[in-house]
């Protein structure tokens, strides 16, 4: 049995290879410095090599900043791994890479800078950046950061923005933004706010398609172009990864801006004057991200969306450094962590050395999962036991659920920890106990499916019976001996 070829979507081992520029020393050589750099994913600045962000564990509340591989180079996902194995962690902050501790962004909520929102669960989402395993600010309504601001633009001063979002993981609620905004949580008046929005909301009414969108939250208002009006340029992003883009002289003109992250070059949805009551801006100079600016002190955040990487820039970029800025996005090699497509078949092939020959499978005899051999002399019940549908999320669209090849809509579930193959019952719990987020294999190569309800568990195999796991827990099976090869799992050619 020969697996998949995914190299381009497998993480690699060992240390990577500083950029001779990041996109923050591109904005320096035109005239534009960066005033505030944030990621989870890598360096911003060819130099920088402090901390990317902090994770905080829910078991006993300890945290850890999570640096770089080398200086200038991708997050060290595997010291978030090894701090966060066994429970669950979350983003409780994003550095800036500048410097400047008044723009490291802290969550909206009790323990961070107080409010009504909560931390983004660190682990939701994986993905490769230059073929390395790092983790995205995969932020869900209820989620939202803040800083307070130090020598970012104020009034009508210009100001350039971009962020690196995901073209996939979008809603219509108010507001996925990064970038200016009040420092009081309150809408303070027509251009307070100078911030990249994406998302599928239609503020004015009146668009052409359902987005998701690179709009200006300017406050009091979502705009696609230079009015109320809906802009005929706007073209939707739906890419997994989508560069976002707003520079805004803060007197007369704005440009929005977005790309396919991974390949291509910038399209201008609009370049002209700024909307009638906007000129001159009256920015604030706080940052937020993932909400609106008059949130999250007493309301909570109601827009989903990713972050993996932003910054802001003093002045007003040229075009030229703006698609040098795209053109290092692209070369940065962001890659999804996962290859699996809604009704294609899969076989899952055990990874730890003793079992090579061993595929996921449901017991014939009772509902049980197993691992077991199966070869090409099988009998066709064996192969097709050993195969899985792929469907949608049954409760995270984002995410998938495994049906059976041979008994329509029974699929893999857990209960009690331990994974059966039962007919789907409608009921939530049923839903979420059958959903699994794909991830880059926790042993650096293939995949691991992580429960969407139990996110530090995984799918393994112990004792050649399948469970969802921990990296060491209570149960025999989260022993931590041979935890990364028992919960990854090669996407093979489907026997059946």
């Given at each position: 049995?020969?697996?998949?070829?995914?190299?381009?979507?497998?993480?690699?081992?060992?240390?990577?290879?500083?950029?001779?520029?990041?996109?923050?020393?591109?904005?320096?050589?035109?005239?534009?410095?960066?005033?505030?750099?944030?990621?989870?994913?890598?360096?911003?600045?060819?130099?920088?090599?402090?901390?990317?962000?902090?994770?905080?564990?829910?078991?006993?509340?300890?945290?850890?900043?999570?640096?770089?591989?080398?200086?200038?180079?991708?997050?060290?996902?595997?010291?978030?791994?090894?701090?966060?194995?066994?429970?669950?962690?979350?983003?409780?902050?994003?550095?800036?890479?500048?410097?400047?501790?008044?723009?490291?962004?802290?969550?909206?909520?009790?323990?961070?800078?107080?409010?009504?929102?909560?931390?983004?669960?660190?682990?939701?989402?994986?993905?490769?950046?230059?073929?390395?395993?790092?983790?995205?600010?995969?932020?869900?309504?209820?989620?939202?950061?803040?800083?307070?601001?130090?020598?970012?633009?104020?009034?009508?001063?210009?100001?350039?923005?971009?962020?690196?979002?995901?073209?996939?993981?979008?809603?219509?609620?108010?507001?996925?933004?990064?970038?200016?905004?009040?420092?009081?949580?309150?809408?303070?008046?027509?251009?307070?706010?100078?911030?990249?929005?994406?998302?599928?909301?239609?503020?004015?009414?009146?668009?052409?398609?359902?987005?998701?969108?690179?709009?200006?939250?300017?406050?009091?208002?979502?705009?696609?172009?230079?009015?109320?009006?809906?802009?005929?340029?706007?073209?939707?992003?739906?890419?997994?990864?989508?560069?976002?883009?707003?520079?805004?002289?803060?007197?007369?003109?704005?440009?929005?801006?977005?790309?396919?992250?991974?390949?291509?070059?910038?399209?201008?949805?609009?370049?002209?004057?700024?909307?009638?009551?906007?000129?001159?801006?009256?920015?604030?100079?706080?940052?937020?991200?993932?909400?609106?600016?008059?949130?999250?002190?007493?309301?909570?955040?109601?827009?989903?969306?990713?972050?993996?990487?932003?910054?802001m820039v003093k002045g007003y970029p040229s075009?030229?450094?703006?698609?040098?800025?795209?053109?290092?996005?692209?070369?940065?090699?962001?890659?999804?962590?996962?290859?699996?497509?809604?009704?294609?078949?899969?076989?899952?092939?055990?990874?730890?050395?003793?079992?090579?020959?061993?595929?996921?499978?449901?017991?014939?005899?009772?509902?049980?999962?197993?691992?077991?051999?199966?070869?090409?002399?099988?009998?066709?019940?064996?192969?097709?036991?050993?195969?899985?549908?792929?469907?949608?999320?049954?409760?995270?669209?984002?995410?998938?659920?495994?049906?059976?090849?041979?008994?329509?809509?029974?699929?893999?579930?857990?209960?009690?920890?331990?994974?059966?193959?039962?007919?789907?019952?409608?009921t939530a719990q049923f839903a979420a106990d059958?959903?699994?987020?794909?991830?880059?294999?926790?042993?650096?190569?293939?995949?691991?499916?992580?429960?969407?309800?139990?996110?530090?568990?995984?799918?393994?195999?112990?004792?050649?019976?399948?469970?969802?796991a921990s990296n060491g827990g209570t149960n025999?099976?989260?022993?931590?001996?041979?935890?990364?090869?028992?919960?990854?799992?090669?996407?093979?050619?489907?026997?059946?």
């Amino acid at each position: 049995m020969v697996a998949l070829a995914l190299p381009a979507l497998v993480a690699l081992a060992g240390t990577s290879q500083a950029a001779a520029q990041g996109p923050c020393d591109i904005y320096a050589a035109g005239g534009t410095p960066c005033v505030a750099a944030h990621s989870t994913t890598r360096a911003l600045f060819a130099s920088y090599s402090g901390p990317l962000y902090q994770v905080q564990r829910t078991s006993d509340s300890a945290v850890r900043d999570i640096g770089l591989l080398s200086a200038g180079g991708v997050a060290d996902a595997a010291a978030q791994d090894s701090f966060c194995a066994g429970t669950v962690c979350t983003i409780t902050r994003v550095y800036d890479q500048t410097g400047s501790s008044g723009n490291t962004l802290v969550y909206q909520g009790p323990g961070g800078t107080g409010g009504a929102d909560t931390a983004a669960v660190a682990t939701t989402e994986a993905m490769t950046v230059g073929g390395h395993k790092a983790y995205a600010l995969y932020i869900k309504p209820g989620n939202s950061y803040f800083a307070g601001g130090s020598g970012v633009p104020t009034g009508s001063s210009p100001e350039g923005e971009y962020m690196v979002t995901s073209g996939t993981h979008v809603n219509n609620g108010c507001c996925f933004d990064y970038g200016n905004t009040e420092t009081d949580h309150r809408a303070d008046g027509n251009g307070a706010m100078d911030a990249i929005n994406f998302g599928t909301e239609c503020w004015f009414g009146g668009c052409s398609g359902t987005g998701p969108w690179v709009q200006a939250d300017l406050e009091n208002g979502l705009f696609a172009g230079g009015s109320k009006a809906w802009n005929p340029n706007q073209v939707a992003q739906t890419s997994p990864f989508v560069t976002a883009m707003l520079k805004n002289s803060g007197t007369t003109q704005m440009a929005l801006q977005g790309a396919n992250a991974q390949s291509g070059s910038l399209t201008k949805f609009y370049g002209g004057a700024l909307p009638s009551g906007y000129n001159p801006m009256h920015k604030q100079g706080a940052i937020i991200l993932g909400s609106g600016g008059d949130c999250c002190q007493t309301n909570r955040n109601d827009s989903a969306g990713t972050f993996y990487e932003g910054a802001m820039v003093k002045g007003y970029p040229s075009d030229a450094t703006d698609a040098a800025v795209q053109a290092n996005i692209a070369a940065a090699g962001y890659a999804t962590g996962t290859p699996f497509t809604a009704g294609a078949k899969v076989s899952l092939q055990a990874t730890t050395s003793c079992c090579t020959n061993d595929y996921l499978q449901h017991d014939t005899g009772d509902d049980r999962v197993v691992i077991a051999p199966v070869t090409a002399g099988s009998s066709a019940t064996d192969k097709a036991d050993a195969t899985w549908i792929i469907r949608p999320g049954l409760a995270d669209g984002t995410c998938l659920s495994f049906e059976s090849a041979n008994a329509a809509g029974s699929y893999l579930r857990h209960y009690a920890f331990q994974l059966h193959l039962t007919p789907k019952d409608g009921t939530a719990q049923f839903a979420a106990d059958a959903t699994f987020c794909p991830q880059p294999g926790n042993s650096g190569t293939g995949y691991s499916f992580q429960s969407v309800n139990y996110p530090a568990k995984y799918i393994r195999h112990y004792a050649s019976t399948a469970y969802i796991a921990s990296n060491g827990g209570t149960n025999a099976w989260d022993t931590t001996s041979l935890w990364r090869a028992d919960t990854t799992w090669l996407a093979a050619t489907p026997w059946s």
